[in-house]
């Protein structure tokens, strides 16, 4: 029986995610009358660079890969482990998502309450497919811009612990597989247009994430290296020759984590205070970043001039300061409960997770 694996805290991986999440924030918030007087106080450049800031969800893909792969560890799980890990996943995400929720749902709710005629509450049907995470692929239209990347998460785990536990009795073909199935990945995310709402476009990132996890563990294999490092590359290539962003940002990602490490860098890359509380509170930015700069919008920006360098920077900072606040309070009130929770559910076989 594999032993329990050492849990590090990888305060790299809590930066990035931190970074990953404020990216994710800043080019929401740029998308709409705020980007002009932005530009005019950072430069053409500036703007370029927040506008790309989308790139976040892919960097939290392979981040999600890495970070489930460690959690698993070397451990030959059965289906009955599969299924207790997704429940702690569940157990410990759910709650926040669930507020995040609630709190999109009830502001519109409350602007009809107050007179605001062009609040229109999301049907009862468009509520429970969101609970479930069902709402691509039933094609609902969407709360919140960001919703969809949770479900595809979802989907991630599910088919990574599961797939593990039917080649439990065939470790060494994990690597190959995750490399075979990458490349089908990717050139679903290339070409097709018949996946909505699956996870299938996206898991060449997922599966970076993995590999680098496999490739950085003490002992690995000089095959498992040298499949991560042609993993790596293709996905490079393959996304620069179709001018695709997504691929690029991903395996560049990707190389970070395992050059960091090789370098013995994991556990202490990046770890400066600002950027590890990012990190700590990086799921209730990501989950209510479009709230609060809707209500920073809504509140400061009828104020000052958005249209200028300073009005629109004063909003823009209105927003970073209402959600890292309401971040970190999701993270006290509901995310550290839900990971003291989920702490409590242990593998079948009597390991904790």
Not at 37 to 46: K, S
Not at 86 to 92: D, G, P, S
Not at 266 to 295: C, K, M, N, T, W
Not at 316 to 328: D, F, K, P
Request: net charge positive.
């Amino acid at each position: 029986m594999a032993t329990a694996p050492h849990r590090p805290r990888f305060a790299l991986v809590d930066a990035l995610r931190g970074l990953a999440a404020s990216a994710v924030m800043l080019y929401h918030f740029l998308q709409g009358d705020l980007a002009p007087g932005f530009e005019r106080a950072f430069g053409h450049a500036a703007l370029v660079v927040a506008k790309r800031g989308w790139l976040g969800v892919q960097i939290f893909f392979v981040l999600s890969g890495f970070v489930i792969a460690h959690s698993v560890g070397d451990r030959a799980i059965t289906f009955a482990d599969a299924l207790c890990f997704a429940l702690r996943r569940q157990v410990r995400l759910d709650p926040s998502y669930w507020v995040s929720l609630a709190i999109a749902i009830l502001l519109p709710w409350w602007f009809l309450h107050v007179g605001f005629q062009g609040a229109k509450p999301p049907p009862l049907p468009v509520v429970g497919a969101h609970a479930l995470y069902l709402q691509e692929l039933l094609r609902m239209p969407a709360i919140q811009p960001i919703y969809w990347t949770l479900a595809i998460e979802v989907q991630f785990y599910l088919v990574f612990v599961l797939a593990l536990a039917a080649l439990r009795s065939v470790p060494r073909a994990v690597p190959w597989i995750a490399l075979a199935t990458a490349a089908l990945s990717l050139d679903a995310g290339l070409h097709w247009r018949l996946l909505h709402g699956w996870f299938m476009p996206h898991w060449y990132l997922f599966a970076l994430g993995a590999s680098a996890c496999w490739a950085t563990r003490s002992g690995a294999s000089r095959v498992t290296r040298t499949v991560h490092a042609v993993l790596v590359a293709f996905v490079f290539v393959q996304g620069h020759r179709h001018g695709r962003l997504e691929p690029q940002c991903g395996a560049l990602t990707a190389a970070a984590l395992t050059g960091a490490g090789w370098g013995g860098l994991l556990e202490r890359g990046l770890d400066v205070a600002p950027l590890q509380f990012l990190g700590r509170v990086s799921y209730g930015i990501y989950l209510l970043h479009p709230v609060a700069g809707g209500q920073a919008r809504w509140h400061v920006g009828i104020k000052v001039n958005v249209a200028s360098p300073g009005g629109a920077l004063t909003v823009v900072l209105a927003g970073i300061a209402l959600t890292c606040v309401l971040a970190w309070i999701l993270h006290v009130a509901v995310e550290r409960p839900s990971m003291r929770l989920a702490a409590r559910i242990r593998w079948r076989h009597g390991e904790r997770a």
